[in-house]
């Protein structure tokens, strides 16, 4: 063989290398995360998200975008054939008449239809983010009242744990110490109780339960993925651990840094498996986080800091 037609094979096979590695992992992944109704509208802040989402994801590789509340469907169809995931945060507002409902409602429904074709695009969902997935998959209320509102707990894990996709790459120390130490921060009035969850068959079908916990009273589900897409649920709170310093029950031990971070590289990673790209890099990057400054709150909120919109 002659030296051209040794640098023409070798450049056909390193072509055809990046491209089955261009196929099987997107390295720039872009992530949205849904902005809520504030409390009180003022003029210039009717919406906000809390600034430890975006640390969160951008802390394991991925760019996130802030997706609008009362955009038109159109509008999110568009941002959907786009981005790599959704994060559905924590928070305060109604999972039923809500511009967070409505908006999660529209991208829960195109990421149904999406993995079904083989085209995969992940979400997560974060205490009201969760309690949000089981309302769209049950199709009627079925929170009920729990005593959760202010305290880190250790997660019971099922049997299911150990096999689940979002377990199964974590080291054992990890699950060790999340099933021993007071690593998972619970922020929420409502809860699915283990109860509910074994008598709703539309719940039981789709989601397989990874953790409980219970508030004395009531046994509910703290962790949950759904079997045949790749949407999860924590009912607690993984970002605060690393990103949020308001209260004393949140923890900050090096375990508790390693399981925000530990969440958010899974996360991160489920989103580098979707090839939704935007038509230019132009056209995403006018859409990224980085065009807002988060305000800080830490002398008035929960959150030391938020994206006011
Ligand atoms: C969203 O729409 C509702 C109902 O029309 C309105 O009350 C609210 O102010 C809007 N919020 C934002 C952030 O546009
Ligand atoms: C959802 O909201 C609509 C309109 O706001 C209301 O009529 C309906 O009763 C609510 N449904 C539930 C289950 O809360
Ligand atoms: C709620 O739980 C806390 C501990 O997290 C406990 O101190 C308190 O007594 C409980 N309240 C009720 C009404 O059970
Ligand atoms: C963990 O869950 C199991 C199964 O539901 C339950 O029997 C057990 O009491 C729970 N343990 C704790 C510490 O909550």
């Not at 045949?228 to 690393?242: I, L, R, T």
């Not at 580098?272 to 038509?279: M, Q």
Request: charged share 20%; aromatic share 16%.
């Amino acid at each position: 063989m002659d030296d051209n037609n040794m640098r023409l094979l070798l450049c056909f096979a390193l072509l055809t290398l990046s491209n089955l590695s261009f196929a099987t992992r997107n390295d720039r992944p872009i992530i949205g995360v849904l902005a809520q109704e504030v409390f009180k509208p003022q003029p210039d802040a009717t919406s906000y998200i809390a600034a430890s989402y975006v640390k969160f994801l951008e802390s394991a590789g991925a760019r996130v975008i802030p997706v609008m509340i009362n955009q038109t469907e159109e509008e999110y169809t568009a941002l959907f054939h786009s981005i790599n995931g959704v994060l559905f945060p924590g928070g305060g507002v109604s999972v039923n008449s809500s511009g967070y409902a409505r908006a999660a409602k529209i991208f829960y429904n195109l990421a149904i239809e999406a993995n079904r074709r083989e085209d995969y695009f992940p979400i997560w969902g974060t205490c009201l983010g969760f309690e949000q997935l089981a309302y769209l998959t049950a199709q009627k209320p079925v929170l009920v009242n729990t005593n959760t509102t202010s305290v880190s707990l250790p997660l019971n894990f099922t049997h299911e744990a150990r096999g689940s996709r979002m377990f199964k790459d974590f080291p054992a120390e990890l699950m060790k110490a999340l099933a021993t130490e007071d690593l998972t921060e619970n922020s929420h009035m409502w809860s699915v109780s283990v109860e509910t969850y074994n008598g709703n068959e539309d719940l039981k079908k789709f989601y397989k339960v990874l953790s409980t916990n219970t508030d004395g009273r009531i046994e509910f589900i703290s962790t949950w993925e759904a079997y045949d897409y790749p949407f999860y649920g924590v009912q607690w709170h993984p970002e605060k651990n690393a990103f949020e310093w308001t209260r004393p029950y949140y923890m900050h031990s090096p375990n508790a840094v390693k399981v925000t971070f530990s969440f958010a590289d899974f996360f991160v990673s489920e989103a580098r498996k979707s090839f939704h790209t935007f038509e230019s890099e132009e056209a995403a990057r006018k859409l990224l986080i980085y065009h807002h400054s988060p305000t800080y709150t830490g002398d008035s909120s929960t959150f030391e800091q938020k994206y006011f919109f």
